[in-house]
């Protein structure tokens, strides 16, 4: 695994998550078969999802990918064209993301 502290130029993305009314089954699923595929890609470093404890309709990811193109190419694959975009973005009351540099 990489030290993600000598990730000088690595990108840092959050995304949090919000599940419309009785989707959150349905979102663990997508999430589940997307995650391995994603923390594959050769331009991440760290990608992980977390479901909420107290309310389990939210997720948290937490993703590091080794510069701004490896984020971009991985908006790019078939994984998270098919699975994010085509199936989970639709059953999402909200989504909301942002981007970090190491300091």
Do not use: C
């Amino acid at each position: 695994m990489t030290d993600l502290h000598d990730l000088k130029d690595g990108l840092v993305v959050t995304a949090q998550w919000e599940a419309n009314p009785g989707e959150a089954d349905a979102l663990l699923a997508i999430v589940r078969r997307f995650l391995p595929q994603a923390q594959r890609e050769p331009g991440v470093k760290a990608f992980q999802i977390h479901q909420s404890t107290s309310d389990p309709q939210k997720f948290f990811f937490y993703e590091v990918f080794r510069d701004e193109a490896a984020f971009a190419e991985h908006q790019q694959t078939a994984h998270f064209k098919e699975l994010i975009a085509g199936q989970a973005l639709p059953r999402l009351a909200r989504r909301e993301r942002t981007q970090h540099r190491f300091v």
